[in-house]
């Protein structure tokens, strides 16, 4: 029995480990996926637009910058290097890349039931053996 309970803590721990770390990954994916839905936005703003603007360069610095219609973007598409697409591309991109955070949370959110289940069922099971170990017959 003793054997047992060791053998659950440890699987108890891993599990609780493991959620851990997909609570984590549903977090930036979550994050993620609201970037994508803010800059599909201000491309479509941008779209709309015509004249200056002032564009974030990183931190609190802003450029300003000339927008025509019909004008091209910049998109990462993986590894640091970016293309140039229109700003129909664009939003095409990062509608698809939305698509697959979305795929991928929902996957996440699977996992995140798996493992919470697991830990449901294994807690009344050390418990028990806790139990036994405490008074032995």
Request: aromatic letters at 4%; zero cysteines; glycine letters at 8%.
């Amino acid at each position: 029995d003793e054997k047992d309970l060791q053998e659950k803590m440890f699987v108890y721990r891993t599990l609780e480990s493991r959620l851990e770390i997909l609570t984590k990954q549903r977090e930036m994916v979550s994050a993620k996926i609201i970037e994508i839905v803010s800059t599909i936005s201000s491309i479509a703003e941008l779209d709309k637009s015509e004249g200056s603007a002032f564009f974030r360069l990183g931190g609190e610095v802003y450029a300003e910058g000339n927008i025509s219609k019909g004008g091209k973007i910049l998109v990462e598409i993986g590894a640091g290097i970016a293309l140039e697409k229109s700003i129909e591309e664009g939003k095409l991109t990062l509608n698809k890349r939305k698509e697959e955070m979305g795929s991928i949370m929902k996957e996440i959110q699977q996992n995140i039931m798996e493992v919470t289940s697991a830990i449901n069922q294994l807690g009344p099971e050390i418990n028990s053996l806790i139990q036994k170990t405490q008074n032995p017959k």
